[in-house]
């Protein structure tokens, strides 16, 4: 009987869910890349984008870490720490990965509890994280804040002026969910 019923359901509903996939596959992809943009930004926060010290810094941050709502300048002392002290107590990544309201990097770990933590990061999950992110990398200069709030209102100065707001909204509402939501797999498969 519940099975009737469940495919009852899906049947009246399948219009409004066909619409929806397209619509949550899409959040997604705009997250993914945006953590692309994170990747590159971490490298070029290692100087490696290119030879150009003056030109790598002004990529990296413009292009990369001021979209993403950061500072170039707080990201990278806060990342040079983190490699000085790797594996040490003194790590600044532990300060996040061991926050108890968002310790949610502990081994050993059961799929079912990573797969709700992704869940939990397309309703907005991710926002703490984001939160204790912005913590960590805390501009070092003046300019370095500067840039972040010069970046978000371009955007959405030129996004209310162009009569595209709405993409500066889906912007941002990926970097609070998918965009997380792909860190999260790339930190579970790569650091943990």
């Given at each position: 009987m519940i099975f009737l019923i469940s495919i009852?359901?899906?049947?009246?509903?399948?219009?409004?869910?066909?619409?929806?996939?397209?619509?949550?596959?899409?959040?997604?992809?705009?997250?993914?890349?945006?953590?692309a943009i994170g990747i590159l930004g971490?490298?070029?926060?290692?100087?490696?984008?290119?030879r150009n010290k003056f030109l790598n810094d002004a990529l990296s941050a413009c292009l990369c870490?001021?979209?993403?709502?950061?500072?170039?300048?707080?990201?990278?002392?806060?990342?040079?720490?983190?490699?000085?002290?790797?594996?040490?107590?003194?790590?600044?990544?532990l300060v996040?990965?061991?926050?108890?309201?968002?310790?949610?990097?502990?081994?050993?770990?059961r799929w079912p509890i990573v797969m709700l933590h992704l869940?939990?990061?397309?309703?907005?999950?991710?926002?703490?994280?984001?939160?204790?992110?912005?913590?960590?990398?805390?501009?070092t200069s003046f300019l370095d804040q500067l840039g972040v709030f010069v970046m978000i209102g371009f955007l959405f100065f030129s996004g209310w002026y162009f009569g595209f707001l709405?993409?500066?909204g889906i912007w941002f509402l990926c970097l609070w969910t998918t965009f997380w939501a792909t860190f999260r797999i790339r930190i579970w498969t790569e650091h943990v």
């Open positions: 009852r359901f899906l049947w009246i509903n399948l219009p409004i869910l066909l619409s929806v996939l397209p619509i949550i596959g899409c959040l997604i992809c705009i997250g993914a890349r945006q953590h971490h490298d070029g926060a290692h100087r490696l984008i290119c870490f001021w979209p993403l709502g950061l500072p170039l300048g707080g990201y990278r002392k806060f990342h040079f720490e983190h490699h000085r002290k790797v594996g040490t107590k003194e790590d600044p990544e996040h990965k061991n926050n108890f309201f968002l310790g949610q990097w502990n081994l050993p770990f869940v939990g990061d397309f309703c907005g999950g991710a926002i703490p994280h984001l939160i204790m992110a912005a913590r960590l990398t805390k501009a709405w993409a500066v």
